[in-house]
């Protein structure tokens, strides 16, 4: 019987081969994820502020659509508004000509969130019944950090995102 040699036989790594990662390796590693985190920090913060200050101000702007469609049905049979409140975060969108006289029951708020700011002309609009009409001419702004975004609301009842 003939014997195989030796490094035949064996399958094994050489000594000198080591399996695994060494510890300096790994600390290389976290080091470079480390600064990758800390470089790409501010621009996730950034995004943060811009999306949402873009939902902020679609979900008014829908709201506002929302108050003039009701007004244009006749629904209630009634105008229809938005009246901001920057001093608790929110707004609401009421049943009636104005919001001092309004149908509470049909109240219907919306937060916005605490790290938005929004700013108006004038704090209350009301569009009128049929023809949807604005009782203001003007811009409400929505801001958060260095972004914002405004939202155009006309005389003819026409609202526009700026």
Wanted: charged share 15%; glycine share 4%; with cysteine.
């Amino acid at each position: 019987m003939k014997s195989l040699p030796v490094s035949h036989c064996e399958n094994k790594k050489p000594w000198h081969i080591a399996s695994g990662f060494t510890l300096l390796e790994l600390l290389m590693v976290l080091a470079i994820s480390a600064v990758m985190l800390l470089m790409s920090a501010p621009l996730v913060f950034q995004f943060y502020q811009n999306q949402l200050v873009t939902d902020a101000s679609k979900q008014l702007q829908d709201t506002l659509t929302i108050a003039r469609t009701y007004s244009v049905a006749n629904l209630g049979d009634t105008p229809h508004g938005v009246r901001i409140f920057p001093a608790s975060s929110t707004y609401v969108l009421f049943q009636g000509e104005t919001y001092a006289t309004r149908l509470t029951s049909e109240d219907q708020t919306y937060p916005v969130s605490p790290s938005v700011t929004v700013t108006a002309t004038s704090t209350e609009v009301v569009f009128s019944q049929l023809y949807g009409t604005s009782t203001v001419d003007g811009v409400w702004s929505v801001f958060a950090g260095t972004f914002s975004r405004n939202i155009r609301i006309y005389s003819s009842g026409n609202i526009e995102m700026e």
